[in-house]
C-alpha cells in the first residue's frame, strides 16, 4: 500500500528510469539491455571464486586503489586521476550532483540514455535539450552554442544510446572549449565497440570527465562495476560525493573480477572484436530485410522498418521468444528498435523470426 504522505516532497513527482526487462522465462534470445553475450574473462571468474574463499569478513578497501591502478595502467593515467563506483550508474548519480547543480541548466542531446534526466529531476537540476539532426546525430553546433551560454555543463554518451552513433574527438574538444567553466561529462559505456574514447583528452583539459562501465565490453554487468576518469580536482569532488553516500561502494568480489578483468586483454579484444564482427553482418542482414540501420559503433543496432509499426514487431518477437528494445519516447524515436548484438546464433534466430514476421 502506497503512503504518499510519508514522502519527502520530491519522491511523489519522480520519474524513475526503467530498465529492460530481465525476464525469467528460459530460452529466450535477450538482446534487450545490451549486456555482452560472451561471458567475462576466465582470469575474472577465478580472482571472484578465490577471493570468495577468503576475507569477506572484512570490509573492502574503500578507496578501490588496486582496481584505480589497473585502470590507469590500462589507459595512461596515474591512480588518482581515476575513481570507482557500483557501476557507472552511480558514478554518473555522483557526478550530476558533484558537478551540475550550478543553477543553470545542464545541456543535453534531446534523444540520449534516459537517466540523464532522471538525476536531473532527482538533484533538481534544470534541462536543455538540444534535438538531434535529421540524422539523429548529435547536433555539435547548436550544442556548442548552448554550452557556451549560462549553462551547468554538458554531458553526452558516446557512442550516443540508443543510436549508437559516434562523434570523433574533434567534436568533442568543440565541446570542451565551449564551456572551459563547466564540466563536460563524456559517457562512453560503448566505446569500447570501435569509437575513440576522449581519454586522450584528459590531461588537456581540466573540464573533461570520461565515464566508463565494466558491463559491456567486459562482460561484467553483474558485478555492477563503473570508473570515472579526469584531472585530480574532479576525482577529488566525486570522491567527497562518495564519503558522504557510501564508504564501501564495491565489493571484494567485484573489486577481484574487475582488476582481473582489466588484465586480461587479450580476451577483451578477442570479445569485443567478436561483437564488432557480429554487428556488421547483422547490420546487413537486417538491410535486406527491408530495416533502415543506423551506424553504429556501439553493441546493438538501432533500426527500423518503413512498413511495420515498430511496438508490433517488438511484441511478436517477443511472442517467438527473442527480446528486443522498443522505445515509446521520445516520438521521434518512437518507429526504432534497439537490438543488442548477440553471439552469431542468437543473432540468425532474431534474423529468423523477423524474416518469418515479414513474410521474406
Known amino acids: 500500500m502506497r503512503c504518499p504522505s510519508f514522502w519527502s516532497p520530491v519522491v511523489g513527482a519522480l520519474e524513475p528510469y526503467v530498465p529492460g526487462e530481465q525476464p525469467r522465462i528460459p530460452n529466450l534470445v535477450k538482446l534487450n539491455t545490451n549486456e555482452n553475450p560472451y561471458p567475462p574473462s576466465p582470469r575474472a571468474i577465478a580472482a571472484i571464486q578465490a577471493m570468495a574463499a577468503q576475507g569477506l569478513e572484512l570490509y573492502p578497501d574503500p578507496r578501490a586503489q588496486v582496481l584505480r591502478e589497473a585502470v590507469a595502467a590500462c589507459h595512461g593515467l596515474d591512480a588518482g586521476q581515476v575513481f570507482a563506483g557500483n557501476g557507472s550508474d552511480e558514478v554518473l548519480a555522483h557526478a550530476f550532483f558533484a558537478f551540475f547543480q550550478q543553477g543553470a541548466p545542464l545541456v543535453m542531446p534531446d534523444v540520449t540514455y534516459s537517466f540523464y534526466k532522471v538525476y536531473c529531476q532527482l538533484y533538481g537540476i534544470a534541462v536543455d535539450t538540444v534535438p538531434l539532426d535529421g540524422q539523429l546525430r548529435i ?102 560525493v562518495k564519503d558522504s553516500f557510501n564508504s564501501y561502494p564495491l565489493g571484494r568480489l567485484a573489486l577481484a573480477g574487475a582488476v582481473a578483468a582489466y588484465g586480461d586483454v587479450a580476451y577483451f579484444d578477442q570479445t569485443r572484436q567478436a561483437v564488432m564482427h557480429s554487428r556488421e553482418g547483422l547490420a546487413l542482414q537486417l538491410e535486406d530485410l527491408g530495416f533502415e540501420v543506423l551506424p553504429s559503433q556501439a553493441n546493438f543496432v538501432f533500426v527500423r522498418h518503413p512498413a511495420h509499426d515498430a511496438a508490433q514487431l517488438a511484441r511478436a518477437l517477443r511472442e517467438r521468444g527473442v527480446l528486443v528494445r522498443h522505445f515509446s519516447r521520445p516520438e521521434r524515436i518512437g518507429q526504432y528498435l534497439r537490438i543488442s548484438v548477440g553471439t552469431p546464433a542468437q543473432c540468425d534466430a532474431l534474423v529468423q523470426a523477423l524474416a518469418a514476421l515479414l513474410g521474406t
Open 139 to 240: 547536433d555539435l553546433d547548436a550544442m556548442a552554442r548552448q554550452a557556451g551560454a549560462d549553462s551547468a555543463g554538458v554531458v553526452l554518451a558516446n557512442p550516443n544510446a540508443p543510436t549508437g552513433i559516434a562523434l570523433p574527438l574533434t567534436a568533442i574538444e568543440r565541446l570542451l572549449e565551449a564551456c572551459p567553466q563547466r564540466v563536460v561529462l563524456v559517457d562512453e559505456a560503448y566505446v569500447d565497440f570501435g569509437a575513440d574514447s576522449a581519454i586522450a583528452l584528459i590531461d588537456r583539459y581540466p573540464n573533461l570527465l570520461v565515464v566508463h562501465t565494466l558491463s559491456k565490453s567486459r562482460s561484467l554487468a553483474g558485478l555492477r562495476v563503473g570508473v570515472a576518469m579526469g584531472q585530480r580536482h574532479l576525482i577529488e569532488a566525486l570522491e567527497r
